[in-house]
Structures are given as C-alpha cells and as structure tokens.
C-alpha cells in the first residue's frame, strides 16, 4: 500500500463532508480504497454520523430551493395576470 499525502487525504475528506459524491466514487477518483477512506472517518477524522447527516441536510436544503423556486413562479405568473 503506498502512502497518501496529508494534501491528498484533506482535499478526499473535504469532498466527502461536502456529501456530493459517493465516498466510493471520490475515493476511486484519487485512486484509493473506499475502506481507507470510512477508516479516517471512523477514526475520528469526520464522524460517520455526521456525514450522513451532512447528506440528508444538503437534501432538504435543495429539497427547499426547488419548491421556493416553483412557488416564486407561482407568484410571477399571479402578479403578471
């Protein structure tokens, strides 16, 4: 197993507390084990828990940007008629 960098290991788990890819797929594209990857998570570099609930509040939040945006139209086409 060669050595990652302290570059590379930031710029994989920065990416994975972003939550917009699978940690698989970011793992794959720095070419490193996904085991690697949940092994610095679940040491304590980011916990699992609240990567996952960083996951399910970038859901909402996008969640809540597609219904303001159609209420906006909503309200767009109300003002215009």
Known sequence: ????????????????????????QIAESYGVKPNTVYGWVSKGVTKSSDIMEIHRLQRKILELYEIIGKLTEGLERLKKN
Do not use: F, T
């Open 1 to 24: 197993m060669r050595p990652i960098s302290n570059d590379i290991r930031e710029k994989i788990m920065a990416e994975v507390k972003l939550g917009q890819r699978p940690v698989a």
